[in-house]
């Protein structure tokens, strides 16, 4: 079997969303019960301590390994076969980590995401682009580009960059509480933000 191996970690979206839900719920009512018993300050701080608790306590319960072949006619999902003659499109997006949505002839989707605050995208992330690389011997696969690769994603982005400096630059002259310290860590934050999704070098590939 001629072919590589992955061994990679995935999240689960439902699995993080219930994650979030589950430790708000328990902050805002255990907040709420020590403000019943008067321990207004000290009940936060316990609440929002035992909140980051229970977070990393059950961060692991959103992933789940799995083994990944990438063979010259097919690809394995947990010893599961999906020969590329089966495939009719992927989609690909990189922030925060990275995901694969692959479409099925059958009208299936079979998502592989990882997310970089949950577990390592690296191994995962190779698979993608080893996949991308051998999905170009098989042109009936067609590549749907995400938001980041279109190039109305990198418009938008240069108009929301320029307004963000625009904005900044307003409040740095007009408003006497911005520092110049405080000013260049928001811009940094909202830029990353702004174009970590943004993939200059799909442009121009023959997709979708």
């Given at each position: 079997?001629?072919?590589k191996i992955?061994d990679?970690?995935?999240?689960e979206?439902?699995?993080?969303f ?18 019943l ?20 306590l059950?961060?692991s319960?959103?992933?789940q ?5 990438l ?8 010893n599961?076969?999906?020969y590329?003659d ?6 690909t997006h990189?922030?925060s ?7 099925l002839k ?6 592989l ?12 992330s190779?698979f993608?682009?080893?996949f991308?690389?051998r999905a170009?011997?098989?042109?009936h ?12 994603g ?6 929301l ?5 625009l ?7 007009y408003n ?20 970590s ?7 121009g590939?023959?997709?979708?």
């Open positions: 079997m001629t072919g992955y990679v970690a995935v999240t979206s439902w699995k993080i219930l994650l979030f839900i589950s430790v708000s719920l328990f902050f805002l009512s255990s907040n709420f019960l020590f403000q018993l008067e321990l207004s300050i000290w009940g936060t701080f316990i609440s929002i301590v035992l909140s980051i608790a229970i977070y990393y059950c961060k319960l959103t992933t390994n799995k083994v990944l072949f063979g010259k006619n097919k690809i394995e999902i947990d599961k076969a999906f590329y089966d495939f009719t499109s992927y989609k990189r922030f980590g990275v995901s694969l949505k692959l479409k059958s009208g299936k989707t079979l998502p995401t990882c997310n970089d605050n949950f577990c390592d995208s690296l191994p995962l190779k993608v682009d080893d991308e690389k170009t011997d098989h042109p696969i067609k590549k749907i580009k995400s938001f980041g690769e279109r190039k109305i990198l418009y938008i982005s240069i108009v960059t320029v307004l963000l400096f904005s900044l630059g307003y409040q740095l002259i006497e509480e911005m520092t110049l310290s405080s000013l260049f860590s928001l811009l940094l934050v909202s830029l990353t933000a702004l174009w999704g943004i993939e200059i070098k799909s442009y590939r023959n997709s979708i």
